[in-house]
T-cell receptor, first 111, second 114 residues
């Protein structure tokens, strides 16, 4: 079983829709959770970074962590065509430890 | 992110050739990483280095070697390239030194082994 599972999609939504992206994980020791966005032919860039459980909001993006269910989510409100990218979740035990990445979900927002 | 640069950006080579991919960073980070990305497999860690004197194998180090020439430079070598090493390769950096931080990625090198 992989440490981190992520549905690869692809996911296609109309502009303005609310998008929900999810990852599940198996190791309850993970403490730090991240979402990266990767545009085609580019490196992943950090989108959201959270510690432990709870919600974090940044503009149209909200990251949720439910450690009891070993489940993390990224919500995108009022999705835009510029949000079309692959979204990768990542997590680690503590700073300096190996990162574990999901395989990424491909998202297309249709104008 | 211009803070982390990779060269070359694209490379086509033949089976058996030795290839070096280079990574430089201006972020002043101690930790550097090499990943490969394949469709459906995500990012897989090849090697990582926490400082100039520290080199560690990741989950898929066979067929690869690395050199940490300086804090800012970390190169990845394929001693004898084979077709299944065709992939997108990313270098990443992390601050380390006990600071809570994340990894910052370079733009990637697309390597094709014929």
């Amino acid at each position: 079983q992989k440490e981190v599972e992520q549905d690869p999609g692809p996911l296609s939504v109309p502009e303005g829709a609310i998008v929900s992206l999810n990852c599940t994980y198996s190791n309850s020791a993970f403490q730090y959770f991240m979402w990266y966005r990767q545009y085609s032919r580019k490196g992943p860039e950090l989108l959201m970074y959270t510690y432990s459980s709870g919600n974090k909001e940044d503009g149209r993006f909200t990251a949720q962590v439910d450690k009891s269910s070993k489940y993390i989510s990224l919500f995108i409100r009022d999705s835009q065509p510029s949000d079309s990218a692959t979204y990768l979740c990542a997590m680690t035990y503590y700073t300096g430890n190996q990162f574990y990445f999901g395989t990424g979900t491909s998202l297309t927002v249709i104008p | 992110d211009a803070d982390v640069t990779q060269t070359p950006r694209n490379r086509i080579t033949k089976t058996g050739k030795r290839i070096m991919l280079e990574c430089s960073q201006t972020k002043g980070h101690d930790r550097m990483y090499w990943y490969r990305q394949d469709p459906g497999l995500g990012l897989r860690l090849i090697y990582y280095s926490f400082d100039v004197k520290d080199i560690n194998k990741g989950e898929i180090s066979d067929g690869y070697s690395v050199s940490r020439q300086a804090q800012a430079k970390f190169s990845l070598s394929l001693e004898s390239a084979i077709p299944n090493q065709t992939a997108l390769y990313f270098c990443a950096t992390e601050a380390g030194q006990g600071r809570t931080d994340t990894q910052y990625f370079g733009p990637g090198t697309r390597l094709t082994v014929l």
